[in-house]
């Protein structure tokens, strides 16, 4: 902060440099041979002091001080807030300072704010893969020290603990490769390859790979065009991505699926894009939920969803994948009842068709 002190002081040094300048000035006068009154010289001298220093106090508080007391506040104060200081500022009425310290530190808020939820999430991220990974590999360790203790001699516990192994290398290996799929989606590793094809077919291609899987719930998979009829609607998408979101979302239907209950793949005609539709009859997901479904390793149940082998980026997978068309996916859903992911692609044109 600047001073009355401060302020007193350099004025009072600049009115004695001034009085030192005239009274210089009568002593060279003398020396030259001049006369000199020395009574008017001291009263001049005096004068000379007591006006310059006035006038430097005036001077410094009006224009100086005024400018520089702002920022000699910013610069210094440890204790008080930028924005306070700055609100501050502005109620002294410096303007410029003031607008140029405002923006100054509303950009640096965010870029703070920026960083630190960067990291947060870096953090988080980490946090989960590491968990993830873990559970799988902790596993296998368990499985294969069994054997290796003397398991393998036994033809009833070799076997059975083989095959859970293996199921912890292919979780494992699922997790991966989702991983490495979000994070080429995530840095447009992968550029899209657009073309135009039949988005129904895909979809009962789809879900006729999954039907085994279907089969082990007693769950059925339809895949209906407008009005419950199949039908045929063109698309210019990537096919093979747009393929994983129906991987993802029909065997996200069927693992929290009801036993006896079905799948609906619905198709509608939005005039330039096709609306799509996955309908389950199962679990659903709470309002609490929905928010955060399409979140990395965010789940609803997590005890449930690793037991079943979830890898909890399936759902990421599929809104990084949509958003990358330049679409969107929206979930609708109620517990007890089911849910619905709807989301939209763009429609072949007539041009494109040929």
Known sequence: ?????????????????????????????HIHGYPVCWIAAVIIVLCTFSIV??????????????????????????DVHTKEILTELKDKKVENIGEELTAWADTND????????????????????????????FNIQGYISTLLDGGLEDELINRKYLER???????????????????????SMNKLDMEKFDVVALAKEIAEQAEIEADKKGIKISVKGADNLPSTF????????????????????????????????????????????????GLGIGKEDLPRVFERFYRT???RSREQGGTGLGLAIVKHIVEAHGERITVRSEPGVGSTFSFTLKKATPQEMK
């Open 301 to 303: 149940d997590k005890g």
């Open 53 to 78: 220093t006035f006038v430097a106090l005036f001077l410094i508080r009006k224009y100086v001080s005024y400018k520089l007391k702002p920022i000699y506040s910013i610069v210094l104060s440890r």
């Open 110 to 137: 965010r870029e703070i704010a920026r960083l630190k939820e960067a990291e947060q999430f870096r953090k988080q991220y980490l946090g989960n893969v590491a968990h993830e990974l873990k559970t799988p590999i």
């Open 234 to 281: 063109w698309v210019v998408a990537d096919k093979h991505y747009i393929g994983q979101v129906f991987v993802n979302l029909i065997i996200n239907s069927i693992r929290y699926g009801k036993e006896g209950g079905s799948t609906r793949i619905r198709f509608r005609d939005m005039l330039d894009k096709i609306l799509i539709e996955v309908e389950d009859n």
């Open 165 to 187: 192994a293996e199921k912890s290398i292919d979780r494992l290996i699922n997790i991966v490769n989702d991983l490495d799929t979000i994070s080429k989606l995530e840095s």
């Open 1 to 29: 902060m600047v001073r009355i002190k401060t302020k007193e002081a350099t004025s009072a040094w600049i009115g004695l440099l001034a009085a030192a300048i005239v009274a210089g000035l009568f002593v060279g006068l």
